[in-house]
Nanobody, 127 residues
């Protein structure tokens, strides 16, 4: 079992930076693949970034590649999403999600593959 709580969202001007954090509890977090998703009004939930439980493999959506960085600290049971050069189009509710997997290098890209979800944190980027 894994429980996730996101934090760090807020209002920021375009071009600014924000760091989201996901605090996890549970014995199996260190063997979980983790993803950051976002959902804007009238849009489907989309994967922003994902990371394997080893931290050695990452994935980024083309819209955020080179601007966002996903990282994790398994010792602290935390996952981060560093967001730089934010754009108004990045405005959404951001969620972290986790799934227990057998492979340390596995990355999950589909929302239905994740078992645990946080409550979400709002990110608003003003122009």
């Amino acid at each position: 079992q894994v429980q996730l709580v996101e934090s760090g969202g807020g209002l920021v001007q375009a071009g600014g930076s924000l760091r989201l954090s996901c605090a996890a509890s549970g014995r199996t977090f260190s063997s979980s693949a983790v993803g950051w998703f976002r959902q804007a009004p009238e849009k489907e939930r989309e994967l922003v970034a994902a990371i394997s439980w080893s931290g050695r493999r990452t994935y980024y959506d083309d819209l955020v590649k080179d601007r966002f960085t996903i990282s994790r600290d398994n010792a602290e049971n935390k996952v981060y999403l560093q967001m730089n050069s934010l754009k108004p189009e990045d405005t959404a509710v951001y969620y972290c999600a986790a799934a227990e997997v057998a492979g340390s290098s596995w990355i999950l890209r589909m929302d239905y593959e994740y078992d645990y979800w946080g409550q979400g944190t709002q990110v608003t980027v003003s122009s």
